[in-house]
């Protein structure tokens, strides 16, 4: 055989097999890629799961004692005496007055978390189930409110990254909703992203956080980027979030029907093999794969037109909203809202489950446009109006202010030194 044909030869066939072998490593890498993303969908939820405490309030009436009260939220009169034994060793019980609330706070298997009374303007009684019965005391409620600057970079998810801040998972999902209609904080977040806030935050008497209050400038870096979110009150005093050159953020839709997004396991499609039913038929959603209990929200505002079990979409949600749109919510787990009920954007409306036809846990949500099935993904939203020229010089004022604080949170810090930072007082 001529030498020159077997080197050419020789070459191809090392050069195919540094194609495979290349090929086979980016198979891994991706592989490898979906796992991790898998494992941190599942303790994002997990992590959501936990810290998430359902409230619900009732005002004393005339009469109550506090024991009657609490027993209206589902306690047993059991648990009711054991709860009032605790708060009448922090408080006088005799002096809980009508008109003032009572707030019980539950996990969403419907485990008691925390019972709150708000004794007057300064001071809370919040009593917590410990080992086998109640711990109470009063804190003190803060009358001043500070404006303080966080920032962080996220190594995996905005979750994690404003746990290792220091700050709570509240503060987490009130930037995902400022946020959520332009970005998917599941699947646009990277490594190396960041983000900026200037917010109120509420403290008790000890130093802890209470409560986050405004947020009054935000920033994320996406991979370079950058979307700005400002506070401002259009002419009939609704705030909104607004970018810096007056555009609002705000949309019909939020991005997401999932607070923190998830993976996108099976795309909008006229023909797609139903792994059940084992036939080529259309899928008129979007499906998001995600841990059982991973709280839904609706993406827009409108009316619950129906809630309850239907066929082989098992637990589903559907919502009429403005302009002929209808959204839907199949397989939950568990439902939060009833026919006839008008919702909120971003309200927590249901769990993912595996009901009807389901070969798991996953979320399929379906929109419709006056009848007719979009593909969510590729649905373009209009946004809200900007700001008008007559509010401009109020909005650039507000700009001015706020933007130098964000750029630069040492700003703020030698503000208050100095005693110049901006305050804001209950």
């Known amino acids: ?9 020789v ?3 090392l050069a195919g097999s540094a194609t495979l072998a290349y090929t086979f490593q980016q198979r891994l890498k991706t592989t490898a890629d979906l796992d991790r993303e898998i494992k941190l969908a599942g303790e994002v939820a997990a992590t959501i799961h936990e810290n998430t405490v359902v409230p619900t309030d009732q005002r004393v009436r005339a009469g109550d004692n506090f024991a009657s009260i609490l027993q209206k939220f589902g306690l047993s009169a059991d648990e ?14 005799r002096q809980v007055r009508a008109g003032n609330t009572v707030t019980v706070g539950r996990s969403i298997e419907g485990q008691l978390r925390e019972i709150d009374y708000k004794i007057d303007a300064d ?10 019965g109640y711990i109470a005391q009063i804190r003190e409620i803060p009358s001043r409110t500070e404006i303080v600057a966080v920032s962080g970079t996220l190594q995996d998810s905005l979750f994690n990254a404003i746990e290792d801040a220091g700050e709570s998972a509240e ?4 930037l995902s909703q400022i946020f959520g209609y332009d970005l998917d904080f599941y699947t646009d977040p990277r490594k190396g992203d960041s983000f900026r806030v200037v917010l109120e935050k509420r403290k008790y008497a000890n130093g802890q956080t209470a409560a986050y209050g405004k947020i009054y400038a935000a920033e994320y870096d996406n991979g370079g980027k950058k979307y700005q979110a400002l506070l401002f009150h259009d002419p009939a005093g609704q705030p909104g979030y607004y970018t810096a050159d007056g555009k609002s953020l705000q949309k019909a839709f939020l991005r997401s029907p999932l607070k923190f997004g998830a993976l996108v396991t099976s795309h909008f499609s006229k023909a797609r093999f139903h792994p059940i039913l084992k036939t080529y038929r259309a899928h008129m959603g979007t499906d998001y794969g995600a841990p059982i209990g991973t709280p839904v929200q609706t993406i827009g505002s409108g009316k619950v037109v129906f809630a309850g079990r239907k066929n082989g979409e098992g637990n589903m949600i559907q919502i009429s909203h403005a302009n002929g749109y209808e959204t839907m919510y199949l397989h939950l787990s568990k439902m939060f809202v009833r026919g006839g009920e008008h919702i909120e954007i971003g309200k ?3 769990l993912v489950g595996s009901t009807g036809l389901s070969t798991g846990p996953h979320l399929d949500f379906r929109i419709l446009q006056r009848g007719q099935y979009k593909n969510f993904e590729k649905l373009g939203l209009p946004p809200s109006d900007p700001v008008s020229k007559k509010n401009w010089p109020e909005f650039a004022e507000l700009r001015e202010k706020w933007l130098p604080l964000l750029k630069n949170p040492e700003l703020l810090q030698a503000n208050a030194a100095n005693g110049a930072a901006p305050t804001a007082s209950r």
């Open 348 to 350: 927590t409306i249901g």
């Open 11 to 13: 070459v191809v066939f």
């Open 123 to 132: 001071r809370m009684l919040k009593i917590t189930p410990e080992n086998t």
């Open 171 to 174: 503060l987490a999902m009130r």
């Open 1 to 9: 055989m001529n030498r020159k044909f077997i080197v050419i030869l």
């Open 80 to 93: 009711a005496a054991g709860a009032s034994s605790a708060a009448q060793r922090a408080f006088n019980l």
